[in-house]
Nanobody, 125 residues
Framework: QVQLAESGGGLVQAGGSLRLSCGSS????????MAWFRHAPGKERDFVAV????????FYVDSVKGRFTISRDNAKNTVYLQMGSLKPEDTAVYYC??????????????????WGQGTQVTVSS
């Protein structure tokens, strides 16, 4: 059973930066593609970014391209989301997911995904 734990969220002013981390235990981290999703109040949980098992491929939702970077360190069982030029509309709870598979451009949640508990990101204007 894969267990995930996000950290790094907080309150930041618009234009600022944050780096989220998601540590994994209980499974073979490198077997999973890793993704970040976010859930804003009144909205559905939306895809943000995904990275392949090796880290060689990444894909982003259009709204964060050029501002966010997903990366992973398989030796540390950790995936990161570096967020820059933050906007108030980036405010949400951010979740990482370990995925057995995905397809682009629409990266959907799957029943066999593993999820962390989420970390709150609040961007003030």
């Amino acid at each position: 059973q894969v267990q995930l734990a996000e950290s790094g969220g907080g309150l930041v002013q618009a234009g600022g930066s944050l780096r989220l981390s998601c540590g994994s235990s209980g499974g073979t981290f490198s077997m999973y593609a890793m993704a970040w999703f976010r859930h804003a109040p009144g909205k559905e949980r939306d895809f943000v970014a995904v990275i392949s098992r090796s880290g060689g491929s990444t894909f982003y939702v259009d709204s964060v391209k050029g501002r966010f970077t997903i990366s992973r360190d398989n030796a540390k069982n950790t995936v990161y989301l570096q967020m820059g030029s933050l906007k108030p509309e980036d405010t949400a709870v951010y979740y990482c997911a370990a995925k057995n598979g995905y397809s682009i451009p629409y990266v959907a949640t799957r029943d066999d995904d593993y999820w962390g508990q989420g970390t709150q990101v609040t961007v003030s204007s």
